[in-house]
């Protein structure tokens, strides 16, 4: 099994920044990408940002230029910095990771963290 743990979340101010935190624990060996999605009410939950074990990283459209993905291997943490934030940022963030166990793929979700832009 493994944990993830976000953190950062939080009330913004439009064009304001923050950076989220996700911490993974547990049998961690195996894991290949992990990544940020949110889901705003009432709409389906969409890829923001990924970064794959081997450092390469993909962003939707929407966030391109404003969003940073980054990993501390470390301290099993991916990070999620966010700047030049709009009010249609607003959505529950969640973090998640795949693993790769035999011919298995594992996909493990994060509890979300909320953030609101809005002035």
């Known amino acids: 099994q493994v944990q993830l743990v976000e953190s950062g979340g939080g009330l913004v101010q439009p064009g304001g920044s923050l950076r989220l935190s996700c911490a993974a624990s547990?049998?961690?060996?195996?894991?290949?990408?992990m990544g940020w999605y949110r889901q705003a009410p009432g709409k389906q939950r969409e890829l923001v940002a990924v970064i794959t074990s081997t450092g390469s990283t993909n962003y939707a459209e929407s966030v391109k230029g404003r969003f940073t993905i980054s990993e501390d291997n470390a301290k099993n943490t991916v990070y999620l910095q966010m700047n030049s934030l709009k009010p249609e940022d607003t959505a529950v963030y969640y973090c998640?990771?795949?693993?790769?166990?035999?011919?298995?793929?594992?996909?493990?979700w994060g509890q979300g963290t909320q953030v609101t832009v809005s002035s």
């Open positions: 547990g049998s961690i060996f195996g894991i290949y990408t």
């Open positions: 998640n990771a795949r693993k790769q166990q035999a011919t298995v793929t594992y996909i493990y």
